[in-house]
Antibody, heavy 121, light 109 residues
Framework: QVQLQESGPGLVKPSETLSLTCAVS?????????WGWIRQPPGKGLEWIGS???????YYNPSLKSRVTISVDTSKNQFSLKLSSVTAADTAVYYC??????????????WGQGTLVTVSS | EIVLTQSPATLSLSPGERATLSCRAS??????LAWYQQKPGQAPRLLIY???NRATGIPARFSGSGSGTDFTLTISSLEPEDFAVYYC???????????FGQGTRLEIK
């Protein structure tokens, strides 16, 4: 059974870089699949941040692209998110998830439990 | 960029009733739409992918239909645990993006 677990600081100062890691168990990232990050501001809806293939190919939300870096470490079976120059608007629960992908579709399953990151001085 | 619009924003029903949730895309997404359920304090859970395929372990009372721009998630007979927020999601090939609808809150009447 594939399980994902997010980790990282729960509090980040404005203008600094948010860094999170998603540890994957029950499946080897190097075997395939895309992996992604999604966030949800308190009381609001879901926003896709970006996705990465096990080979390192990435796709980012155009609205965040200039500030986002997603990387993968197959040796540790984990992937990571960095979001730079954060503001209060980046306060959210951050989820990692595996993507099921076909030629024209994709879906997120399973998801990590999520981790709340607050941007505040 | 494809925009997904869900309606209604809130749906008030009683256990045992039938729920019909709508997701409309601003342009055709063929049959490539997913649905998720999210309960308070929990991560979203995949219900339906490719518009009509139930994910593993999802009860048969959940069904998805539609193609092109109009999609529906139907819960045939509501159980108490079905009251939650539901999101639709699609993928665009160009630009390569993933978008979610704004959600429909299904509440107990």
């Amino acid at each position: 059974q594939v399980q994902l677990q997010e980790s990282g600081p729960g509090l980040v100062k404005p203008s600094e870089t948010l860094s999170l890691t998603c540890a994957v168990s029950g499946y080897s990232i190097s075997s395939g699949y895309y992996w992604g990050w999604i966030r949800q501001p308190p009381g609001k809806g879901l926003e896709w941040i970006g996705s990465i293939y096990h080979s390192g190919s990435t796709y980012y939300n155009p609205s965040l692209k200039s500030r986002v870096t997603i990387s993968v470490d197959t040796s540790k079976n984990q992937f990571s998110l960095k979001l730079s120059s954060v503001t209060a608007a980046d306060t959210a629960v951050y989820y990692c998830a595996r993507l099921g992908v076909t030629t024209l579709s994709c879906w997120f399953d399973p998801w990590g439990q999520g981790t709340l990151v607050t941007v505040s001085s | 960029e494809i925009v997904l619009t869900q309606s209604p924003a809130t749906l008030s029903l009683s256990p045992g009733e039938r729920a019909t949730l709508s997701c409309r895309a601003s342009q055709s997404v063929s049959s490539y739409l997913a649905w998720y359920q999210q309960k308070p304090g929990q991560a979203p859970r995949l219900l339906i992918y490719d518009a009509s395929n139930r994910a593993t372990g999802i009860p048969a009372r959940f069904s998805g239909s539609g193609s092109g721009t109009d999609f529906t998630l139907t819960i045939s007979s509501l159980e108490p645990e079905d009251f939650a927020v539901y999101y639709c999601q699609q993928r665009s090939n160009w630009p390569p993006t993933i978008t979610f609808g704004q959600g429909t809150r299904l509440e107990i009447k």
